[in-house]
């Protein structure tokens, strides 16, 4: 039966401490990246919320925007209405003017007739 060397047993003892120590090692790193993805994972979601705040501000903003253009749209039909309505009144009246001279014209005429 054949042994092993000491040493043997001694160079293996370090190797198997070596590759420990750089599990350990590893295992540290490996805490360390968890950690750092957390955070920026956290970072993310704050992110997601701030652009979900600005999103619904600038649909806000539109809304309003769009109620504006309603608005000025509204104002100028009811000013082209109001000046359609006058320039009806002023015809009509003009019309009735004209209406009376000519009732006017026809009563001279009848009477020097």
Known sequence: MRKSDPMMYDSFDKFLKHLYEIGEKLELEKQ????KLEEEKEKLRERE???NVLE??????KEEYLQEQKAQEL?????IGAQK???KSREKQEEELLE??????DSRK???S
């Open 100 to 105: 009376q001279i000519r009732e006017q014209n």
């Open 32 to 35: 360390e990246a968890l950690k």
């Open 56 to 61: 619904k501000h600038k649909e806000h903003k």
């Open 49 to 51: 919320k701030e652009v």
């Open 110 to 112: 009848h009477k020097y």
């Open 85 to 87: 309505h006058f320039a």
């Open 75 to 79: 104002k100028q039909l009811n000013e």
